[in-house]
T-cell receptor
Framework: AQRVTQPEKLLSVFKGAPVELKCNYSYSGSPELFWYVQYSRQRLQLLLR??SRESIKGFTADLNKGETSFHLKKPFAQEEDSAMYYC???????????FGKGTRLHILP | NAGVTQTPKFQVLKTGQSMTLQCAQDMNHNSMYWYRQDPGMGLRLIYYSASEGTTDKGEVPNGYNVSRLNKREFSLRLESAAPSQTSVYFCASHRGTEAFFGQGTRLTVV
């Protein structure tokens, strides 16, 4: 069955330290993966997508089909990175997006 | 560009009351979703609509009904509100890749 798993509900990292938010997926088709971010009391917004292979706000994510993972990374955390992060999978066959349960990232001063 | 618009932004209901949350998108998207977001639970899918006139249950559909009468609008109805339905509700739509979210409805049932 298709699934997106984010194993950490909460991740606390000191400012300046590296960040890695984990995401694993299960999908028999060709996956398209995304990371969404939700800042305090705001709507979810797209952070980055794997097909763009871009770096947004210092964040990058590489799709690893062998490990079925799409981990989000940033080398040096900043306080403004504190937010809720959701990994998402687009199932092209059904034109449907499914989300992981989210990870709250807390950057410590 | 309005994107996805939800109304109302805030609502307080008494147990047993009914209400409808409205959602409209102006991006000609086929797929629309209703989620609820609770502390420690993340996003949970209530209902999904792949196109006008079709709806499917998500992870937590009990206590809710939906209506997709046209491509633009996807409404969520609580027939008899319960305190367990206190939550923040988000509507979303997508076509192809990126999903767009509404600003959320903060619902409190007392």
């Amino acid at each position: 069955a298709q699934r997106v798993t984010q194993p950490e509900k909460l991740l606390s990292v000191f400012k300046g330290a590296p960040v890695e938010l984990k995401c694993n997926y299960s999908y028999s088709g060709s996956p398209e993966l995304f990371w969404y971010v939700q800042y305090s009391r705001q709507r979810l917004q797209l952070l980055l997508r794997h097909i763009s292979r871009e770096s947004i706000k210092g964040f990058t994510a590489d799709l690893n089909k062998g490990e079925t993972s799409f981990h989000l990374k940033k080398p040096f955390a900043q306080e403004e990175d504190s937010a809720m992060y959701y990994c998402a999978l687009l199932m092209n066959r059904d034109d449907k997006i499914i989300f992981g349960k989210g990870t709250r990232l807390h950057i410590l001063p | 560009n309005a994107g996805v618009t939800q109304t109302p932004k805030f609502q307080v209901l008494k147990t047993g009351q009914s209400m409808t949350l409205q959602c409209a998108q102006d991006m000609n998207h086929n797929s629309m979703y209703w989620y609820r977001q609770d502390p420690g639970m993340g996003l949970r899918l209530i209902y999904y609509s792949a196109s006008e006139g079709t709806t499917d249950k998500g992870e937590v559909p009990n206590g809710y009904n939906v209506s997709r009468l046209n491509k633009r609008e996807f409404s969520l109805r609580l027939e008899s509100a319960a305190p367990s339905q206190t939550s923040v509700y988000f509507c979303a739509s997508h076509r192809g890749t990126e999903a767009f979210f509404g600003q959320g409805t903060r619902l409190t049932v007392v």
